[in-house]
């Protein structure tokens, strides 16, 4: 697991250098939510509100994020992409693709089944501090 999370987050700085993994996740997060507050990204990840909130802070300066008050509660402010975070995004997300049909080129279709059936295992296992 360790070789696999210092591939996933050497991968996520060779397609795009100032988009760390954890940055990528969030900016995935955000695409898929249609927005939400930054609590919620702590909260979903299970990551501590400081961390979100550097992460967030770093994605606004680079223009990939923008708040915006959410409509129901003007208290609150949506993290939403930006249009340049949707295209950094975009290619991001093409080039991961392109790696992992690189990687899995040649792979025999049972192999290819059972990883897929492993990955879908694996990620609907219950994180850290889950309850049972």
């Known amino acids: 697991m360790t070789v696999f999370a210092r591939r996933a987050r050497a991968a996520a700085g060779r397609m795009h250098p100032e988009l760390s993994l954890v940055s990528y996740t969030l900016l995935g997060h955000l695409e898929e939510s249609g927005g939400c507050r930054a ?10 509100k400081s961390t979100v909130s550097r992460q967030v802070t770093a994605l606004e300066r680079a223009g990939l994020v ?5 409509p129901d509660d003007q208290r609150v402010q ?6 340049a975070g949707q295209r950094i995004l975009a290619q991001v997300t093409r ?3 392109t790696a992992f049909r690189e990687r899995l080129t040649g ?26």
């Open 39 to 48: 609590t919620d990204l702590a909260a979903h990840y299970a990551l501590d």
């Open 107 to 132: 792979w025999p279709a049972e192999d290819l089944e059972r990883f897929a059936d492993y990955l879908v295992r694996y990620n609907s296992s219950p994180g850290p501090g889950a309850e049972d």
């Open 66 to 70: 923008a708040r915006r008050p959410d």
């Open 95 to 97: 080039s991961r693709r």
């Open 78 to 83: 949506l993290l939403h992409l930006t249009e």
